[in-house]
């Protein structure tokens, strides 16, 4: 008898480290190129799309790198601006927000505490647990650096029309939330 589907193990694409980090698996399975498949169109690097991808990051990463105030990372950056959207969370809860494993959280929260813009206390809900906050500081400089980023965003995304900028806002949700 074979197993129903429901019964079978899931295809994730990573693996979970010793750490519990996000690791890609690669790709075990082996081709032939002893056998090549005839290219219905010849193959671009300039128009494939994960090549764009890293192109277009490494422009958007060298002007945020430019512009950012308190020469803020985009780990640091998101981790600010997403505690200023949500409010006090853990750190497990606020890593999962912005799709960082666990270690790489605990080493930004861990500089930005140095910096004095973000504060740990005692959950008042249950003890076991550490809540992350910004301090008053950490308000100021995530408000401040959430407007930076709109000219950052400007910038990079100048060629674009607002639709344009809409649609490939959405597309990129629906590749990260598939």
């Known amino acids: 008898m074979e197993p129903r589907a429901a019964e079978l193990p899931r295809y994730e694409p990573w693996r979970r480290s010793a750490k519990g980090a996000r690791v890609v698996q690669p790709n075990k399975k082996r081709r032939s190129v002893e056998k090549p498949k005839e290219a219905v169109q010849p193959y671009r690097l300039d128009d494939a799309p994960g090549f764009l991808l890293r192109v277009a990051l ?12 308190e020469e803020l990372t985009g780990p640091q ?4 601006a ?5 409010g006090p969370c853990s750190q497990n809860h606020l890593g999962r927000l912005i799709h960082y494993d666990s270690a790489t959280i605990t080493g930004v929260i861990s500089r930005l505490k140095l910096r004095g813009l973000i504060k740990s206390s005692e959950d008042p809900l249950d003890p076991r647990r550490r ?3 910004l301090t008053d500081k950490g ?10 980023v709109g000219e950052i965003s400007s910038e ?5 029309t607002r639709e344009e900028f809409r649609a490939l806002t959405e597309i990129l949700k629906k590749i990260i939330h598939r």
């Open 58 to 69: 490494r422009t958007h990463t060298a002007i945020f790198a430019a512009k950012m105030i």
């Open 77 to 80: 950056f998101s981790t600010l």
């Open 82 to 86: 997403k505690l200023r959207e949500v």
């Open 131 to 133: 809540e992350i906050d």
């Open 139 to 148: 308000r100021r400089v995530a408000d401040a650096a959430i407007e930076t």
């Open 156 to 160: 990079t995304f100048a060629p674009l």
